[in-house]
């Protein structure tokens, strides 16, 4: 291996035949580096749809009210079913366990004003109780997020994001200052962070209330737009059990036919969970199968060039086995000229895909579409060992072919 007269014979082999060398290591340079960039922009894409999920509990299930399509003991279709208070209640006693349930009203179900002076913005006003921490994780910047105490005392209080701190505070500090809620006043008690930019430039944050004050305020009665549970039991059969109860709950209060999927729907982040993971996992075996493929292209081209480099070797390998020469001997430097070229070329398609990456990393702004296309370590020392395997796949049949070379018929080949 390290045998200072078999590498200069390399070096000396490599130097006469300079561009057949580098269009030869072209090949497997654009295998490894197309692998590279293949690969960086599936982690791109599984990235931007993880993105998506940063602050939600895994662990959880939606449910929205819908529409019925099917009678039931009586009753006609297309009745509308409505949320409530009574229903949160309802699927805390009832879904084994649970960790933690919410209701979530939108105040006139889309944007609202929030203004202080003459500074205002439109907003997403969320009605939630303290639980909704568990199930989206916000991060707070500043102060607190809404307590067990707001709820209960119908204190309004508000829970802002940076872009309305910025929008209406213009760097001063909220925390214990009044804001305007479609002219009804509230006072900051704190402040989260928001990353916004996911769906254009334009989108804005949404902002935090008690429950109860989003209901007596703003004329919701008891009513919900949506539930969010969270449940112990994180597998898929966990799911899929807290799911049928929380179905059979609901069609029992709300009488309509439990096998109607269109009375309430649900959104299980479980099973999305394990969709997603499915998905990607095809994605990368795909990227891997054409990367491979590539380089395999790569190693068929090396390998029919040092079967034309162990041709016009010819004598000289006959004249060293004469001198005593071992096939092991010929074998030997013949893989370690395939291994040098394949792992040199490699190597730097390696650099050149993993930079390209890097660069593009810091150029395109993240989306939840596309995010940080970038390759961990693991993915480049996987590469690694494709490089080394392929440069001595890449030189097995010609060194075989060099080896089985008698010496009597070498000497006598022009």
């Known amino acids: 291996m390290f045998d200072g007269e078999k590498w200069a014979e390399i070096f000396d082999t490599i130097g006469k035949n300079k561009l057949r060398t580098v269009l030869t290591g072209f090949s497997v340079f654009w295998g490894i580096f197309m692998l590279i960039i293949l690969l960086g922009a599936g982690a791109g894409l599984q990235n931007g749809f993880s993105y998506n999920f940063r602050n939600r509990a895994v662990n959880s299930i939606d449910i929205w009210g819908g529409q019925t399509s099917k009678p039931w003991q009586g009753l006609a279709t297309e009745r509308p079913i409505q949320l409530d208070t009574r229903d949160v209640e309802a699927l805390r006693s009832a879904i084994p366990g649970l960790l933690a349930v919410s209701g979530n009203y939108r105040v006139w179900r889309g944007n609202s004003t929030l203004s202080r002076g003459k500074n205002y913005g439109n907003f997403s006003i969320n009605g939630v109780t303290p639980d909704i921490m568990a199930l989206e994780h916000q991060e707070m910047v500043s102060g607190r997020f809404i ?158 060039i040092m079967l034309i480099v162990v041709k016009e070797r010819t004598r000289e390998i006959g004249i060293r086995k004469a001198l005593g020469a071992t096939p092991a001997n010929v074998t030997g430097q013949v893989i370690m000229e395939a291994v040098f070229v394949s792992a040199v070329a490699g190597y730097l398609g390696l650099v050149c895909g993993v930079g390209l990456l890097e660069g593009l990393s810091s150029v395109i702004p993240g989306s939840e579409m596309f995010r940080n296309p970038t390759i961990d370590i693991r993915v480049a020392l996987y590469a690694t060992a494709v490089l080394i395997i392929s440069g001595a796949l890449a030189g097995l049949i010609p060194a075989r072919r060099a080896a089985a070379i008698r010496p009597i018929e070498a000497l006598r080949d022009e």
Not at 189 to 207: C, D, I, K, T
Not at 268 to 287: D, P, R
């Open 147 to 304: 307590n067990q105490s707001d709820q209960e005392q119908t204190r309004k209080v508000i829970v802002i994001a940076e872009d309305s701190r910025d929008a209406l505070f213009k760097g001063e500090d909220p925390i214990d200052q009044w804001v305007q809620v479609n002219n009804i006043p509230f006072q900051v008690v704190g402040v989260y962070r928001f990353e916004g930019g996911g769906r254009g430039q334009n989108q804005s944050s949404s902002v935090y209330i008690p429950l109860s004050v989003a209901q007596r305020v703003f004329n919701a009665q008891d009513r919900v737009d949506k539930i969010s549970f969270s449940f112990s039991d994180g597998s898929l059969r966990g799911s899929e059990e807290a799911e049928k109860r929380a179905l059979a709950v609901l069609s029992q209060r709300h009488r309509f036919d439990p096998t109607d999927d269109q009375a309430v729907y649900l959104n299980n982040n479980v099973e999305n969970t394990e969709m997603f993971g499915k998905v990607f996992s095809g994605i990368n075996a795909f990227l891997w199968v054409i990367g491979i493929g590539t380089i395999i292209a790569g190693i068929v081209g090396v390998s029919n």
